[in-house]
């Protein structure tokens, strides 16, 4: 990982940080990082352009320029750590903002982390839980996880719903939607 690389992944540690969450889970973001985020239904390639947006809206915010960005950053896919903090930022700048709430995009991620089942993989059982982690991330990737979302960013509790067949956006309005 280059310097840029490494700032960069920092950066988006800072966007969704919350009680000092990332210091507990930062070998399985880096992990997330590190893993191409692959869509099987063509609209949630928006999810991946946003992944990707926020390599330029890091190098806009630190005075990077865009040659820099797309040289050292944009060499590679979307990972699933961006598109997961994309969609956390997208949720509340667009959709959740309330300005007597705070801002909540952290909060936004730490539900997708959660509902994907990666809270027991802390850095103490990073080494034991890889493998989960690989597993976790191709169930998202390739869609295996259950219909109403158990396993996947959302979790619904609409039975005439099918998350499989829903693209990542729907799925999280879906979400918000129950919250109400």
Request: net charge negative; aromatic share 14%; hydrophobic share 35%.
């Amino acid at each position: 990982m280059n310097d840029i690389s490494k700032d960069y992944f920092k950066w988006l540690c800072k966007l969704i940080d919350h009680g000092g969450k990332v210091k507990v889970y930062k070998k399985t973001l880096a992990l997330l990082y590190e893993q191409d985020f692959i869509f099987v239904i063509p609209k949630d390639g928006n999810r991946s352009e946003d992944g990707i947006e926020l390599r330029y809206r890091y190098g806009r915010e630190n005075n990077v320029d865009s040659y820099t960005i797309e040289d050292l950053l944009d060499n590679r896919p979307c990972s699933v750590f961006e598109m997961m903090v994309a969609l956390a930022v997208r949720m509340e700048d667009h959709i959740m903002y309330d300005p007597d709430k705070g801002d909540r995009q952290s909060k936004w991620f730490w539900v997708m982390f959660d509902n994907l089942g990666l809270k027991p993989m802390t850095n103490s059982k990073f080494d034991e839980h890889y493998a989960d982690i690989i597993e976790i991330i191709d169930r998202l990737n390739y869609r295996e996880y259950e219909p109403d979302g158990t396993g996947g960013l959302f979790v619904t509790h609409d039975p005439t719903k099918n998350m499989l067949e829903e693209e990542i956006w729907y799925q999280m309005q879906q979400y918000l939607n129950e919250l109400e």
